[in-house]
Structure formats: structure tokens, C-alpha cells
């Protein structure tokens, strides 16, 4: 089924291309891929229809069912300790 309104995004770096796909109501599909412009543009009609695949059986992914942290016996992290967040390239 071809949705109301959905955004393809393309993120070019080196040789590595990130695909995202969003629609209404429906949770975000991404994948990475070695390339240029011309792999990710010839990749969007499979991506887009995989993702639209993906939404019709479920537009949400499942819920996660990580178990809640133990309390922590340790001292409280410190900012040059924190994890930083990951990047996608």
C-alpha cells in the first residue's frame, strides 16, 4: 500500500550511503550501503517498497523487552565518561 505522505532521506559520506525512509504513523526504516548517489537512487524503489511491506504487516516495531537496570552500586558516571552518541558512518 503506497502511503499518504513518506520522506527519503539520503546521507552521502566517502563511499557510504544512509537510506532512511519515514511515514505518517509508521515507525522510521534505515539501512546502509556501500556507494555513491547513483547506488542510493537506484536502491529507493526496493527500499521504499520493502519499507512499505514492512508498515503494512506492522508500522511499529515491536516493543523492547530489556529488562530494567539493577540498581547501581557504582559512582554516578561523569560527563568525559558518558557514552557518546554513535554515529551512523
Avoid: Y
Avoid at 542510493?40 to 519499507?51: H, M, N, T, Y
Amino acid at each position: 500500500m503506497s502511503r499518504e505522505e513518506l520522506k527519503v532521506a539520503i546521507i552521502i559520506k566517502d563511499n557510504r550511503v544512509f537510506l532512511g525512509a519515514l511515514a505518517t504513523g509508521c515507525d522510521p526504516k534505515m539501512t546502509t550501503l556501500q556507494g555513491n548517489l547513483q547506488t542510493a537512487l537506484d536502491r529507493i524503489p526496493s527500499f521504499v517498497e520493502g519499507a512499505n511491506r514492512q508498515w503494512d504487516a506492522s508500522p511499529h516495531n515491536p516493543k523492547s523487552t530489556v529488562p530494567e537496570p539493577r540498581a547501581a552500586s557504582q559512582p554516578t558516571a561523569t560527563k568525559s565518561n558518558q557514552q557518546v552518541q554513535q554515529n551512523f558512518f
